[in-house]
């Protein structure tokens, strides 16, 4: 899955889940270009707010100036505060839509333009959520607009195909350093993963590279479960400390 002289865009790079997938990217040889609203140390960082059009443009059109060409998008910015529905202001859904749906669409399009000019077209991946495919409480807004992003990525694979490649992960609870922030008790967390931990940024950032590799040249329009296997049945735990006595 060597990426040598591609030219990659990971959207909120610069630290957690992010930063994960721009460390495996950088280690396939490809130059790795991140973004988000503060700023980095990071030597090919860009300051940009993805919900702003114009910020947008002149991010990519400065990549393609700088570099030539994009191969590949990683649509990794993107998460949400906690807030229970019924109390959460319009404005607030809003934001939250805005952020996890409208502005993966926005930076797509325009890291489409780039790339249907380009002889080897280039590859687009979604980091969406297991959010987006069971109830999210506490973050319905995120979840909602999760499901939104696994749609849009279903319809852009048909329309920007044969050029454009567009795919994306569906992922569980990842431990970064604010994972304790949505997870007080990460190891309780993690008994509820067959695999029996959360996920690495790192694991995160392999399955992207797959997606935007050769190796899945024939893999668009599909959302990739980066889970661990799910989360045990709540029937089962019942049955368990049932059958234990334990109440």
């Known amino acids: 899955m060597e990426l040598t002289d591609r030219v990659v865009l990971v959207t909120g790079g610069t630290r957690g889940v992010g930063a994960g997938i721009t460390r495996v990217f950088r280690q396939a040889g490809a130059t790795v270009v991140t973004c988000a609203r503060r700023p980095s140390g990071d030597p090919d960082f860009v300051a940009c707010d993805v919900r702003e059009p114009e910020q947008v443009i002149a991010m990519i059109d400065g990549i393609v100036a700088r570099h030539g060409r994009l191969d590949v998008l990683v649509n990794n910015a993107g998460g949400a505060p906690y807030a229970d529905a019924a109390e959460a202001s319009p404005r607030f859904h809003a934001k939250v839509v805005e ?11 325009a890291a489409n333009r780039v790339m249907q000019g380009q002889p ?25 607009a999760k499901a939104g992003l696994d749609s849009l990525t279903g319809s852009l694979a048909v329309e920007w195909a044969p050029k454009v490649r567009v795919n994306a992960l569906a992922v569980g609870p990842v431990r970064t350093e604010l994972s304790e922030l949505h997870f007080p008790d990460l190891a309780a967390v993690a008994k509820t993963v067959p695999l029996g931990r959360l996920a690495e940024p790192e694991d995160v ?43």
């Open 205 to 247: 950032g392999h399955c992207a590279l797959f997606l935007a590799s050769p190796l899945a040249s024939y893999v668009s329009g599909a959302t990739l479960l980066v889970h661990g296997g799910g989360e045990w049945p709540a029937f089962l735990t019942a049955q368990y400390s049932s059958d234990r006595g334990e109440r």
């Open 99 to 109: 952020l996890n749906l409208l502005a993966p669409l926005l930076v797509s399009q």
């Open 120 to 144: 080897d077209g280039g590859a687009i991946v979604m980091v969406s959520s297991v959010s987006g495919q069971r109830p999210s409480p506490g973050t319905a807004g995120y979840g909602a």
